[in-house]
């Protein structure tokens, strides 16, 4: 598997725990040695992993939580630390999302992730994620 096809492989297991509300998967998708940053839409900016974590278990104990599929999602790799873009579709809408990914002991985990509203899009191209 190439290191992209590995940081795609992440990020759609961020997606999964995401969307199945499993929370020992998303603990375990974030980066335990490097800073990790987490802005949820309309949130102020979580900076260390234990709010983090807590943030995610309180999204997933919530009933009206949205449901997510992830799309279009683009890696751009730096070394031990790789980028990607996609665009996240949930009930009411579609957000742009950036997850940082970082190489932690051979294996890429998640080292932030910001989410917002999609206001203008230049083209309507969308391309469903291989988990969809």
């Keep these: ?16 725990a995401f969307a199945m509300r499993d929370l020992a998967a998303m ?30 278990a309180g999204i997933f104990s919530n009933p009206d939580a949205p449901r997510i599929a992830c799309f279009d999602e683009h890696a751009f790799l730096y070394g031990d630390a790789a980028l990607v873009l996609c665009e996240e579709e949930l009930e009411g809408g579609t957000l742009a ?3 940082l990914f970082v190489r932690e002991d051979g294996v890429w985990r998640i080292a932030h992730h910001q989410a917002g509203q999609i206001v203008r899009r230049q083209s309507e191209r969308r391309h469903p994620s291989r988990l969809n």
């Design 1 to 16: 598997m190439t290191d992209q096809d590995a940081v795609l492989a992440a990020n759609l297991e961020f997606y999964r």
């Design 27 to 56: 603990d375990a998708l974030w980066a335990r040695q490097a800073p990790v940053a987490c802005l949820h839409p309309g949130w102020a900016a979580l900076k260390d992993r234990e709010a983090i974590i807590e943030s995610w």
């Design 97 to 99: 999302a950036s997850n």
